[in-house]
């Protein structure tokens, strides 16, 4: 059974904004939020329900950036036209997060929030240079999930802040693959690889085998050395692996990623 | 200013029946079902949404009830896998279960039926491949998992052709 807490339904970013505190803390799907409440780790008076702010919702283009709303479920994403059309290995990502169930139930925002090391989407994320909209009575910020994403179970929001949207600028002409290897319930590393042919900017980064995701950076995937990016991470030991063999592993799967990206752009 | 609530009312529908209730937030949709509708199909084992031994849907969608606020189904279509068959005959998936023994304990069964029958009314032409897929968020420790597999594949092709349930 969980502890006792009550629960407010604001039904606009206002009034949402309005209700938190360090006390009352943003819920939506639950699929983080409630395990932690469970076990003991986490233990607000409030939840402020954010499933019946309608801003908060849906998928719309605007001057080519692609915003997802934060209580979007991954479900949803996944299935969006929109994002299948402009970016397709973000639909796939969405579509292999958890099990069928956390993609009906879990958010987008959420699963940014609780910064979880082995998270599908903040890897597709850093490799997009998406941002996060963080909303407070103060004011709203831009931050890049990159810079979100500060440490294991820790992103770079206030308690008084929401997380109103993620802001994904659309590249131009582009390849990008996601790779991921799980034996488990979360992976044990996955590999994104964004090509931007337009505008000549290759970017690797390596998501679950550390507490962030690791970024490489360079004109074009020729350059990318797998070895190299197994020396760039900073594994955390646990139950997925050694550090030797998650380094083995980030090797080989950025060498897959690549050979996939060859594949998705025959020419 | 919002009003914080520790109780509040229900109204949902649980296989085809209304029911009204008042509930605290912190009360679980398993629970709800188990203890206070007395529904005990509904199973739970990993609190973790990982064994999928609690899935019932929610508006058709799969969810673990062992990790969903009661209160988030209100208003809400609620089917647990007491209400998978009509009450006479057993439902499609029910009958492939038995026939290729896709159980033993029956502690998962549940779980596999109602994720089995989110698959049958998403994407009722899965293949093997996506039937796998599907019940990759489902444990069983009895079957090795061929069997469930070839229930569901036998059970979409069988409501394919009777496109009834």
């Given at each position: 059974m969980l502890p006792r807490f009550d629960l ?19 819920y939506c799907g639950g699929t983080e939020l409630l395990l932690a409440m469970r076990a003991g780790l986490y233990r607000p008076?409030a939840l402020?329900d954010?499933k ?49 169930r956390v993609?009906a139930q879990g ?161 | 200013?919002?009003?914080?609530v520790s109780f509040l009312p229900i109204?949902l529908?649980v296989?085809?029946?209304?029911v009204?209730r008042v509930v605290e937030p912190r009360t679980l949709l398993a629970d709800f079902v188990r203890d206070d509708l007395g529904l005990t199909g509904t199973k739970v084992s990993c609190r973790l949404q990982v064994c999928g031994a609690c899935t019932v849907l929610v508006?058709?969608l799969p969810v673990s009830a062992c990790t969903y606020l009661a209160v988030d189904a209100d208003g809400a279509?609620v089917r647990t896998v ?28 549940p779980g596999?039926?109602m ?51």
């Open positions: 407010l339904r604001p039904t606009t970013v206002a009034e949402a904004v309005g209700c938190l505190s360090e006390e009352s803390v943003p008076s402020v954010i019946r702010v309608p801003e908060l919702r849906g998928i719309r283009l605007r001057d080519g950036v692609l915003s997802i709303g934060a209580a979007t479920s991954h479900r949803v994403v996944a299935l969006d036209a929109l994002v299948r059309g402009q970016l397709p290995m973000l639909a796939t990502v969405e579509q292999g997060v958890g099990n069928a993609r958010s987008v925002g959420g699963n940014l929030c609780f910064a979880e090391p082995k998270s599908d989407l903040a890897t597709a994320l850093v490799a997009y240079e998406a941002s996060v909209s963080l909303t407070s009575a103060g004011g709203t910020r831009e931050v890049l999930v990159s810079e979100l994403i500060q440490g294991a179970y820790f992103a770079d929001k206030e308690p008084d802040e929401l997380l109103v949207s993620i802001e994904i600028p659309l590249p131009g002409d582009h390849d990008a693959v996601y790779l991921k290897y799980q034996t488990m319930e979360r992976p044990t590393v996955g590999v994104a690889v964004m090509n931007d042919r337009s505008g000549r900017r290759c970017r690797v980064v390596v998501g679950a085998v550390g507490e962030v995701p690791v970024v490489w950076e360079g004109t074009d995937p020729s350059e990318v050395v797998p070895d190299e990016i197994a020396e760039l991470v900073d594994p955390v030991v646990d139950l997925t692996g050694s550090a030797r063999y998650k380094r083995h592993v980030t090797a080989v799967y950025v060498r897959r990623a690549l050979r996939a990206l060859e594949g998705s752009h025959p020419s | 200013m919002i009003e914080a109204t529908t296989n085809g029946v209304e009204t508006d058709d279509d007491e209400g998978l068959s009509d009450g006479e005959n057993l439902h499609p998936l029910q009958e492939a279960f038995v026939e290729k023994f896709a159980l033993q304990c029956g502690f998962c069964t596999f039926l994720m089995s029958k989110a698959l049958a009314t998403e994407n009722p032409t899965a293949d093997r491949a996506e039937i796998i897929e599907h019940l990759e968020g489902n444990i069983c420790r009895c079957t090795g998992y061929r069997p469930i597999v070839e229930a569901v594949e036998c059970a979409l092709a069988r409501m394919r052709k009777v496109p009834s349930e």
